[in-house]
């Protein structure tokens, strides 16, 4: 049963990352212009954070492992058809499909672990596998889509994952139980068509914000919009009798401290995959699938991190060990900003992701566990959506503001150091990134400049490199900034119910005792002869 609910989580978060190494090839076989291979990521990072708080509350109300295998299949279809698209737009529809079938899995997958594992330990001890695996999903995602692109055409990394599917929809209809809330109630609509509205302007925002600007008219007004949504949301879910989200649950420190901190971990991990495969593939020259290989190593330490956190966790405290984690990443940017160069040895580079990876996985999979935790079992589909929402929008806004400091300092760089003998056009192309410099030093030395090319070449290595580094410096003041936010706010343990006093003998009754003292309910409700707390 764990298997197959692993193998989902794996499924979808491997598609977050999966997609990226393909783009130039779509560019050549399918003439995607720049902006059809932006909305081929984003199509599916769009509809999937629109979409999941309304699944995860759905999931509790008509069911979770029905939830998941549906999702399931559609992510295995839309794949399959994916690969198959002859043209930009038909590839964006399906990584539409595919975002809503990740919204329908991905938060069945941890509410089932933690309706399944009930006792603290054994549940830390699954939530640090799935956060464990999603890490490791994200890392590999560039590895074997280089391998497939290798040897296949861009079609395969879909179509692959088709069978993947399948095979974990047959696990999940084999192996995990049936699960639903037991007092579920009529669909909250309201709450559904808000939160929905207000993830899908949010995300759509912060992915438009770089190219717009974050102070222009256009996305001040979208995050306004947003704001009015979001608070409308709020005042409904506090009149409604049966809410999708009692929104209550974030004056529990415990629950609201702990999504800041998987927010600022994800905010940082896409915001490092953005500016280390860059950096890897343009400054060092690595293939696709050299650049991936050469980030197993944060790979491996994020599922070390994630499953030893957990249960350092339930005995240390959750507050140590977040804050911990947090610092570890924090350090780690200030390190590369220090040390980074075009020569840095890859030893030195292996060794700070594998303190990356262990501060992301001490910090995710804890706080996670904090959120689960701080939920009723009854309610975990949504809480479980709440927690994947911060994933989501902490990755999409590193990659926003991270990739903005980065392409402001770029340019501004460049400008600067561009020497005056190249053309207006050639300069104008290397300013859209270094990748496009290269090519542009390329093309002057083939011309017969070869002296000017390796001045424009020069000149964009050195603008990247102050790009990375002040992006770094970014991503470590949001992490040192979130570290101390756990510190004073994130409790150390979940709150304890107080002990009742001891009751008096009871009188004698000739009335037999009440039969429902004998009677268990699923999905939180105590079982006969537990007690009814945690």
């Not at 989580?9 to 977050?16: G, I, K, Q, R, S």
């Not at 069911?63 to 930009?88: W, Y």
């Not at 901190?261 to 940082?268: I, K, M």
């Not at 405290?317 to 390190?335: E, S």
């Amino acid at each position: 049963m764990l298997v197959a609910l692993l193998l989902a989580a794996f499924l979808v978060n491997l598609d977050t990352t999966l997609v990226n190494v393909a783009l130039p090839a779509l560019t050549r076989d399918l003439h995607a212009t720049t902006t059809q291979l932006q909305w081929v990521v984003d199509a599916y990072n769009l509809v999937f954070a629109a979409l999941l708080l309304t699944f995860g509350s759905l999931s509790d109300r008509f069911g979770r492992k029905g939830m998941l295998l549906a999702g399931l299949a559609v992510v295995g279809a839309a794949s399959l058809a994916g690969g198959f698209t002859t043209s930009a737009s038909q590839l964006i529809a399906a990584r539409a499909v595919m975002g809503l079938g990740a919204a329908m899995t991905f938060p069945a997958t941890l509410s089932l672990l933690t309706n399944v594992f009930t006792e603290r330990r054994e549940r830390a001890r699954a939530i640090g596998l799935w956060g464990a695996i999603a890490g490791v999903a994200i890392a590999l995602g560039p590895i074997v889509g280089g391998w497939l692109l290798r040897s296949f055409s861009w079609g395969s990394i879909f179509i692959a994952m088709a069978p993947v599917a399948a095979l974990a929809l047959a696990g999940v209809a084999i192996a995990v139980p049936a699960s639903r809330s037991p007092d579920a109630a009529r669909p909250d609509v309201t709450g559904l068509v808000l939160s929905s509205a207000m993830m899908a302007l949010v995300v759509f925002t912060i992915i438009e914000a770089p190219a717009h600007g974050w102070t222009s008219a256009r996305s001040v007004a979208g995050f306004a919009v947003s704001a009015v949504l979001l608070a409308a949301f709020i005042a409904a879910e506090r009149r409604a009798a049966h809410p999708m989200l009692d929104v209550r649950l974030f004056r529990n420190m415990r629950f609201s401290a702990a999504s800041g901190a998987v927010t600022v971990s994800f905010f940082t991990l896409l915001g490092f995959i953005f500016l280390i495969t860059q950096y890897f593939q343009f400054v060092r020259g690595y293939s696709a699938l050299s650049a991936g290989v050469r980030l197993l190593p944060v790979a491996l330490a994020v599922a070390v991190g994630s499953v030893a956190g957990t249960q350092l966790a339930v005995r240390a405290g959750t507050k140590l060990i977040v804050t911990i984690g947090l610092v570890a990443m924090a350090a780690f940017y200030g390190w590369v900003a220090a040390t980074t160069s075009a020569t840095l040895s890859y030893g030195v580079i292996a060794v700070q992701m594998v303190v990356y990876g262990l501060g992301m996985g001490l910090t995710s999979a804890p706080a996670t566990e904090a959120i689960m935790g701080a939920v009723s079992r009854s309610k975990a589909g949504v809480g479980s959506a709440v927690n994947d929402a911060t994933r989501l929008i902490g990755g999409t806004l590193g990659v926003a503001v991270i990739g903005s400091v980065y392409a402001s300092v770029y340019g501004s760089r460049l400008t600067a150091a561009t020497p005056a003998d190249v053309p207006g056009q050639v300069a104008a192309l290397a300013h859209q990134s270094v990748g496009a410099a290269y090519a542009a030093a390329g093309g002057l030395a083939g011309f017969g400049h070869p002296a000017l090319g390796q001045a424009l070449r020069l000149a964009s290595t050195n603008a990247f490199l102050r790009g990375l580094t002040v992006g770094a410096l970014v991503a470590g003041g949001v992490a040192a900034a979130g570290a101390i936010l756990a510190a004073v706010f994130l409790p150390a343990q979940p709150q304890r119910a107080a002990e009742p006093p001891p009751a008096a003998a009871p009188a004698p009754s000739a009335e037999p005792a009440s039969p429902r003292c004998a009677v268990g309910v699923r999905d939180g409700a105590p079982a006969r002869g537990r007690p009814l707390g945690r």
